[in-house]
Nanobody, 124 residues
Framework: QVQLVESGGGLVQAGGSLRLSCAAS????????MGWFRQAPGKEREFVAA????????YYADSVKGRFAISRDNGKNTVYLQMNNLKPEDTAVYYC?????????????????WGQGTQVTVSS
């Protein structure tokens, strides 16, 4: 089993930036593809970004393309989400996810491991 712990959330004004981190511990073999999802109140959990094991392949939701950047440091077992030009509609709990295979999925149900989430609030 792998444990994922997110950090870096907070309150920021529109146009500001935040950097989320997700540290993985436990079984390294359970962490290949990693991703970020978010869930706003009353809405379903949605895909934000994902990255393959090597870091060469990255994927983004259209709503964050050009503003968010996902990266990873395999030496530290950590994945990052740099969020720039934040908008009020980015307000949500952000979750880190990991899979034991190097495949990225847009559906939350296809990810094996999840963190507890970190709150991001963007004020207008």
């Amino acid at each position: 089993q792998v444990q994922l712990v997110e950090s870096g959330g907070g309150l920021v004004q529109a146009g500001g930036s935040l950097r989320l981190s997700c540290a993985a511990s436990g079984r390294p073999s359970s962490v290949y593809a990693m991703g970020w999802f978010r869930q706003a109140p009353g809405k379903e959990r949605e895909f934000v970004a994902a990255i393959g094991w090597s870091g060469a392949a990255t994927y983004y939701a259209d709503s964050v393309k050009g503003r968010f950047a996902i990266s990873r440091d395999n030496g530290k077992n950590t994945v990052y989400l740099q969020m720039n030009n934040l908008k009020p509609e980015d307000t949500a709990v952000y979750y880190c996810a990991a899979n034991p295979i190097d495949s990225v999925y847009y559906q939350p149900s296809l990810w094996r491991s999840w963190g507890q989430g970190t709150q991001v609030t963007v004020s207008s």
